[in-house]
């Protein structure tokens, strides 16, 4: 096949040029030349599938280059595989080894082998080869394979469609057995009754061979094996035995299997043994599976139409069975330890067979039962569950139990335990009635009933409020009476009242049978100033906390009266000091000419002074007194102490004395001069 490409080019003159020629295939370079002349061709010798595909030219000239449309080619037919084998003849076990090359083709290529024997359908193997053109395979030999043929044939994708190759030649194998399939024989016979020796011989003929292992199996159970390392191989077929006996019984009735192995080589031969059955099992009887303890129990064994046998009696242990007499017969007092599961054994010619176990079960009757709560106290808070626990010392299991509320049955259980246990979701404030139950078992005792439990149902403390007496303001110095009570809550309640500073400090606790509590405080000080609260709690367990009170201490009346006595006599001493340093001055400043008109003048002045007094808060005092009968404090709200911000007015009779130049001795006058007196 040849792929030729030309250039169609102008010139202007006869001259020689010169084209590069390059030929690609599915875009792979596969031919380049240069040429004077205006064509090249790509030779292919021989076309195989392998060369269909795209094929496309490019020409450069003069330094100008054009590509040609695409041309696809393709080439139909692939060559004829050549198949070869390893070895000619094999034995069962081994495998054959196969090679099929497609010699021309190019890969990636796929290869099909073909195993084929008389009268089967072939089997098949399908392998990928992408970087070379041949494959290698290997089929195994089996079991029954005597002449075999092989083949094989490629194939290829072009174009997402397969091109197949004609099958290539037929190779036979010869196959051989390395040994004959065995015999299994049993004697004396494949049905044999129980208690004769029955023996099994399973046997092959083996040719030139080695590690040849010989297995009998019942089932899935190895019975017996033998292996042969080594058999020389030009030595005459040798026959190679295994032997197996034992003496018979029910369970050896099955199939069973002779197999031969070697290698991957296997044969198998299987045989079907009966056993028939000698005597029956024996059966074991009970005077009564339920009793109560310190009664007389009689076991008795036996056989369906046979009385010839050696019987035992025996008790069911986790450790090993426990024996307890050689005879068809057993009697026995019996107690709670007694409880168990009995069987009895029966032996002939060798044979031992074992009856169905009894159960036996010893009763001892159920004690007096005790009642009581799981918690431990008789008591149960309001709103909560009560669980109550009622338990037997005595009595062997299933016991039941049955629970009482009142007189109401209200649980119950049968259990295998010496205890059950009742838990009541409805509690109700006012539950008066009391709890009790029962305990019986299977003794013939009956029923025990336990003592009636009374639960005292505790209600948790709700609402508790902290009150005082005097409510708000204290005077300083008297006694206070705090009052904690709760709305709700079960006795004996406890207490507690706390003054909040920095921490809070515990003052007074107390437990009470009562809803509240009473504290005095006798003399109250401003240290005792701030927010009181209380806590109260019971049974529950539960703090309830009441909302603060803050309360203020404020001075006492006495406490008032000495600081306002205080501060008149502090005024008016400060008045009479002004007054008769004011008289000195005007006396020294007047003269004797002055003295005539002195009592005129002191009057007017008297008179002008107290006027300005009055008006510009000026103090003048003569020789004076204070009488505290006219003594006059106003005030807002008394309670308030000290701090209160109203202010006091105070009115003070002053007694003023002028000097008369004109009279002797000397004449005295009262009058009344009221200054206020403003305090804050």
Known sequence: MSIVCRADISKSTNFQLKHNFTIFKDGKLVFMTVSNKGDAQYEIPMARSSDTGEYECTVEAGGKTKSSNSLHVWVTGMTKPILTAEKKEVLEGEVVKLRCEL??????????????KMNSTPKEKLVFEPYRNFSVVEFSVEEGDNILQFDCFGRRNVKLEFESSEYSNKTLV???????????????SSNITEGDRIQFECSTVVARMHDIEIILQKNRTIL?????????????????????????TLEDSGEYLCKVEQGRASKTTKLNVVVSELFPKPILAASMSKLDENKELTLSCSISGFRKANFSILRKNSNGDIWLKNSRNLTMRVNVNDTGSYICKAEVKGIVKESRPVRINVYAPVSKPTLSVVSGLPEVVLGKPLRLICRSVMGTPPITFTFYKGNNEVKK???????????????????????????????SSGMKTSNILNVTVIVPIRNASLGSIPYGEVEDGSETAFLCSVKEGSWPIHFRIFRKTDRDV???????????????????????????????????NVDVKSHPITISVILAAWQKGIIAAFVLISIAGAAALALWWFLCKKKKAKGPSMEMSGSALATNLTSEKLTRQHNDGDYYTGSSYIEDSENHMKSTDESNGPDLESAEVEYTEVEVSTLDPHRAPEQKGTETVYSEIRKS
Not at 517 to 527: G, I, L, T
Request: with cysteine; charged share 30%.
């Open 103 to 116: 010699p021309e083709e190019v890969p990636p290529l796929y290869f099909l082998f073909r195993k084929i």
């Open 224 to 248: 017996n094996s033998i292996v042969y390392k080594y058999v020389h191989e030009y030595s005459v077929r040798d026959e190679k035995l295994l032997k197996y006996s034992a003496v018979a």
């Open 174 to 188: 010869t196959v051989r057995e390395p040994f004959i399939k065995p015999t299994l024989n049993a004697k004396p």
């Open 413 to 443: 259980v049968v259990i295998n335990d010496t205890y059950a246990t009742f838990l009541d979701e409805n509690i109700r404030p006012n539950d008066k009635r009391g709890y009790k139950c029962d305990a019986r078992n299977n003794h």
């Open 506 to 540: 515990l003052l007074f606790e107390k437990s009470e049978n009562a809803d509240r509590v009473v504290w005095r405080k006798e003399a109250m000080s401003r240290e005792d100033m701030g927010t009181y609260y209380c806590m109260a709690s019971n049974r529950a």
